[in-house]
């Protein structure tokens, strides 16, 4: 019969529920102590086991952790306050029956407090605890032995002559402190434990940079699944010519005899390890497979668990679980567990940012910053300019070296083991803190299949992320790397990296971009400043991406980029020369989408101007630059008759053909303004000829050929046949929400016009539309937008009819605030 009863929690420090189970049956005898773990036999009804053992019970562990009172369940409520739990049924059970219960606080569980349980256990609060802190077990083991001897004689005339001793912490043990006040990553640790109980003989491999808390996360996992174990092993991998006296040791603690020939010193330890039972070896920064391959071969019954910042492993028998970098709230706990005074949440997310969430460099951060020589704001600024000195800062004697030592003395190796890759590390740290396609790079040298081996290296010596075949550089690493490179140098690579970007694949700047080629561009053309580029390709690649950008919402941008390149250009190469009069088009451009439209005839014109004594009035640059000044001019006078509209159309027609993508924007503009002028019918006959078209010669998910249809579903609703415009801009909203983004300024117009048809067909469905791009308009444009305006007399004006009635109030007064301004403010027009 059990005398013991010992009542846990899975996932709170339940090694020492495992840990009193053992003491107590090494010194009294198994059938004395019950733990459902250890006690329950296979195939038997638990329930019914569990209850006959607590009622047989004189005595009630109850083992409490840190988590022990906060503890969810997956729909988020609190274990404890849940009348169905285990661990309170028991408690309860045993609190009613006048059992001996007796809390066991675990590893700085703070004393209970009846204020924080519920009335059933608040008796608990009253009883005196013992306290286990994995540091010193052998105190409140001993408390516990002699309060089970005192309470029942029967235990302990049994111990007098049991042949059982005190077992105190696992054996072997030698795993590293635990770190307090640090993050938890319940997530990782659950997927590590997942991993181990279905390894199968398999190594679980913890992967990821340096720094990133690899080392901290085993750690956690040893001491919180030590329950799970009759011994655990810490050996310190980095440097495999240090572990045969690692092994040693271990050897020395089990009883083996280690002075054998070192081929068979292994073997004879993992055979050592099978006879104490269930065990966990950590490798901890094991970096060699073939050192990996013997331990798998011999692990047998035990769990292996490596740390590593190598994520290769070819076919050896892994299961990998990805350590990545914190959460930016994550950093921010981090940091405010660590720094005195309650500094504000921005000043934290700010100092986070500035060393890219990296666990060890936060760690470093935050001892420096708590020390008080510098604010978190000082620190952020110094970390920006001082790279590689601030990384020596802030000595936590916990890990073994710095963030500047643990990287410096990774690129001495790569320097030595792989110089083509750390060349390609100096070209990646000029370069934006954003993903990089690794085919992009094999043009960086002659030789693609160097390149390779090149990432390759970078890869598996863990200080670029390589994820999806992308290469990852992050922003701090970067400034480490670039900080001691020359001037003139940093120059150099600049120039390697903007003739890279340019010679890149990429499609149709005003096309759908399915693949994101120009959004993966664009930080790194940025970054490097590609209009500076000398190759004809980069102005090139600008050019594009100011088209991409003011065709996919952003002309701010695009203005921006242009207007810098027309005046670089125009400087060095003259005012008449292509990339400056194209420069001049695309700034032109973003002024017409930006609604400045007088500046946009402006430029326009004087691109039209020299064109036409360049190339002449047939030529198809000549053209395009007519086009612009035609519907620029137009915009200003919206109602005015399209008549040069119309003359654009005939001569790009005659000259290109009228399925030409030119040929057909210049239709779309016609048939806008024949909308604008008033014939309807005539619109609509250009519209739809177009759209067919397109479709035909660009597909149905073009930008144009979707601009095309929105147009269409305009002339539907002005000519009353609301139910045909229904379904052709419902169609249009779904293609540009997959094509656009739900936030682009084409896709909301869609989204406004399809509410706009579900009012005219007297339906509610519309009014959720309506919500969510007034919504959006206010996120994305600002709530003094015209096209947010007239998105809240939408929505206010549905709600109104079709909201409930105690939403109509607040509906009129949003009507009545927003129709004086939407009357004062002119419609923007979508052209070009």
């Known amino acids: 019969m059990a005398v013991v009863f010992v009542n846990f929690r899975n996932g709170d420090e339940p090694y020492a529920a495992a840990l009193i189970y053992r003491t107590l049956a090494e010194r009294f005898g198994?059938?004395?102590?019950?733990?459902?773990?250890?006690?329950?036999?296979p195939g038997t009804k638990w329930a019914e086991e569990i209850w006959v053992a607590l009622e047989e019970c004189d005595i009630l562990v109850a083992v409490i952790g840190p988590r022990w009172l906060e503890m969810k369940d997956a729909a988020g409520r609190m274990r404890l306050r849940q009348r169905t739990d285990w661990v309170r049924l028991e408690i309860v059970r045993a609190l009613k029956d006048g059992k001996h219960v007796i809390p066991v606080l675990v590893n700085g569980a703070a004393r209970l407090d009846r204020k924080r349980l519920p009335r059933s256990l608040a008796a608990l609060a009253a009883r005196q605890s013992i306290v286990l802190d994995h540091r010193d077990t052998e105190r409140g083991l001993a408390k516990l032995v002699a309060e089970t001897q005192r309470y029942v004689p029967e235990a302990a005339e049994a111990a007098a002559d049991s042949p059982y001793r005190t077992v105190g912490w696992l054996s072997p043990w030698n795993v590293p402190p635990r770190v307090e006040r640090s993050v938890e990553r319940l997530d990782i640790l659950h997927e590590i434990a997942a991993a181990l109980k279905e390894s199968d003989g398999r190594a679980c491999v913890l992967t990821g940079g340096v720094g990133v808390g690899k080392t901290h996360l085993a750690t956690e996992f040893a001491y919180r699944y030590a329950g799970d174990y009759e011994q655990v092993w810490w050996i310190s991998a980095e440097h495999p010519e240090l572990m045969t006296a690692q092994l040693a040791l271990l050897g020395g603690a089990l009883g083996v005899d280690v002075r054998s020939e070192a081929e068979a010193v292994l073997p004879a330890i993992f055979a050592g390890l099978r006879r104490h039972g269930r065990?966990?070896?950590?490798?901890?920064?094991?970096?060699?497979?073939?050192?990996?391959?013997?331990?798998?071969?011999?692990?047998?019954?035990?769990?292996?668990?490596?740390?590593?910042?190598?994520?290769?492993?070819?076919?050896?028998?892994?299961?990998?679980?990805?350590?990545?970098?914190?959460?930016?709230?994550?950093?921010?706990?981090?940091?405010?567990?660590?720094?005195?005074?309650?500094?504000?949440?921005a000043e934290l997310a700010a100092l986070a940012a500035s060393v890219d969430d990296i666990a060890l460099a936060?760690?470093?951060?935050?001892?420096?910053?708590?020390?008080?020589?510098?604010?978190?704001?000082?620190?952020?600024?110094?970390?920006?300019?001082?790279?590689?000195?601030?990384?020596?800062?802030?000595?936590?004697?916990?890990?073994?070296?710095?963030?500047?030592?643990?990287?410096?003395?990774?690129?001495?190796?790569?320097?030595?083991?792989?110089?083509?890759?750390?060349?390609?590390?100096?070209?990646?740290?000029?370069?934006?803190?954003?993903?990089?396609?690794?085919?992009?790079?094999?043009?960086?040298?002659?030789?693609?299949l160097a390149v390779k081996e090149a990432i390759h290296a970078l890869g598996?010596?863990?200080?670029?992320?390589?994820?999806?075949?992308?290469?990852?550089?992050?922003?701090?690493?970067?400034a480490f790397v670039r900080e001691p490179i020359a001037a003139s140098r940093r120059q150099?690579?600049?120039?390697?990296?903007?003739?890279?970007?340019?010679?890149?694949?990429?499609?149709?700047?005003?096309?759908?971009?399915?693949?994101?080629?120009?959004?993966?561009?664009?930080?790194?053309?940025?970054?490097?400043?590609?209009?500076?580029?000398?190759?004809?390709?980069?102005?090139?690649?600008?050019?594009?991406?100011?088209?991409?950008?003011?065709?996919?919402?952003?002309?701010?941008?695009?203005?921006?980029?242009?207007?810098?390149?027309?005046?670089?250009?125009?400087?060095?190469?003259?005012?008449?020369?292509?990339?400056?009069?194209?420069?001049?088009?695309?700034?032109?451009?973003?002024?017409?989408?930006?609604?400045?439209?007088a500046e946009a005839v402006k430029l326009d014109r004087n691109v039209h101007r020299r064109m036409?004594?360049?190339?002449?009035?047939?030529?198809?640059?000549?053209?395009?630059?007519?086009?612009?000044?035609?519907?620029?001019?137009?915009?200003?006078?919206?109602?005015?008759?399209?008549?040069?509209?119309?003359?654009i159309v005939i001569q790009r027609t005659r000259i290109l053909g009228d399925d030409d993508p030119d040929t057909m924007r210049s239709t779309h503009n016609l048939g806008l303004g024949?909308?604008?002028?008033?014939?309807?019918?005539?619109?609509?006959r250009v519209d739809t000829?177009?759209?067919?078209?397109?479709?035909?010669?660009?597909?149905?998910?073009?930008?144009?050929?979707?601009?095309?249809?929105?147009?269409?579903?305009?002339?539907?609703?002005?000519?009353?046949?609301?139910?045909?415009?229904?379904?052709?801009?419902?169609?249009?909203?779904?293609?540009?929400?997959?094509?656009?983004?739900?936030?682009?300024?084409?896709?909301?117009?869609?989204?406004?016009?399809?509410?706009?048809?579900?009012?005219?067909?007297?339906?509610?469905?519309?009014?959720?539309?309506?919500?969510?791009?007034?919504?959006?308009?206010?996120?994305?444009?600002?709530?003094?937008?015209?096209?947010?305006?007239?998105?809240?007399?939408?929505?206010?004006?549905?709600?109104?009819?079709?909201?409930?009635?105690?939403?109509?109030?607040?509906?009129?007064?949003?009507?009545?605030?927003?129709?004086?301004?939407v009357a004062a403010v002119a419609l923007p027009n979508q052209a070009r």
């Open 689 to 821: 000829a177009n759209l067919e078209r397109l479709r035909a010669r660009l597909g149905a998910d073009h930008p144009d050929t979707l601009r095309s249809a929105y147009a269409v579903g305009l002339d539907l609703m002005a000519m009353r046949q609301a139910a045909l415009a229904l379904d052709l801009h419902a169609d249009t909203y779904q293609r540009r929400c997959q094509v656009l983004g739900e936030d682009h300024t084409d896709t909301l117009r869609s989204g406004y016009a399809l509410a706009a048809c579900h009012r005219a067909t007297g339906s509610a469905e519309g009014l959720a539309v309506a919500a969510q791009v007034y919504q959006r308009r206010k996120e994305v444009l600002g709530e003094h937008h015209i096209d947010t305006l007239r998105s809240a007399m939408l929505y206010g004006e549905m709600a109104i009819a079709f909201g409930p009635p105690a939403e109509v109030t607040a509906a009129r007064e949003l009507v009545r605030e927003t129709a004086a301004r």
């Open 460 to 478: 598996r010596s863990g200080l670029i992320a390589i994820e999806a075949g992308r290469v990852h550089p992050h922003g701090l690493f970067q």
């Open 492 to 597: 150099e690579l600049a120039e390697a990296g903007r003739v890279l970007l340019a010679a890149m694949r990429r499609g149709d700047p005003r096309g759908a971009d399915p693949e994101g080629d120009y959004a993966v561009l664009l930080p790194h053309a940025l970054a490097l400043d590609i209009e500076a580029g000398a190759h004809p390709q980069c102005r090139e690649l600008l050019l594009d991406l100011a088209q991409y950008l003011t065709a996919h919402g952003d002309p701010g941008m695009a203005l921006r980029m242009s207007t810098g390149a027309m005046r670089r250009w125009q400087a060095e190469f003259g005012p008449d020369a292509d990339c400056t009069l194209d420069a001049a088009a695309h700034a032109a451009q973003a002024h017409y989408h930006l609604g400045n439209h």
């Open 30 to 41: 198994p059938d004395t102590v019950f733990r459902s773990t250890d006690s329950l036999q």
């Open 279 to 345: 065990f966990l070896l950590v490798l901890d920064g094991l970096e060699d497979p073939h050192l990996l391959r013997r331990f798998i071969a011999l692990s047998a019954v035990g769990h292996l668990l490596v740390t590593s910042r190598r994520s290769d492993w070819g076919l050896l028998p892994t299961s990998a679980v990805a350590v990545s970098r914190f959460s930016r709230d994550e950093s921010v706990q981090l940091l405010r567990m660590h720094i005195p005074g309650s500094p504000a949440t």
């Open 362 to 448: 936060l760690t470093q951060a935050a001892v420096f910053v708590a020390s008080g020589a510098v604010t978190p704001a000082e620190y952020t600024d110094l970390v920006s300019r001082r790279t590689r000195e601030m990384l020596t800062r802030g000595e936590t004697y916990l890990y073994p070296r710095s963030l500047n030592a643990a990287w410096t003395i990774g690129l001495e190796a790569l320097r030595e083991s792989a110089p083509l890759a750390m060349e390609l590390l100096e070209l990646l740290s000029v370069m934006a803190a954003a993903p990089l396609p690794g085919e992009a790079l094999l043009a960086w040298k002659a030789d693609p």
């Open 612 to 647: 036409l004594a360049k190339y002449g009035e047939e030529d198809p640059r000549t053209l395009t630059a007519a086009h612009n000044v035609a519907i620029a001019s137009w915009a200003l006078k919206p109602g005015s008759d399209p008549i040069h509209l119309a003359h």
């Open 674 to 684: 024949l909308r604008a002028a008033g014939d309807i019918t005539e619109a609509r």
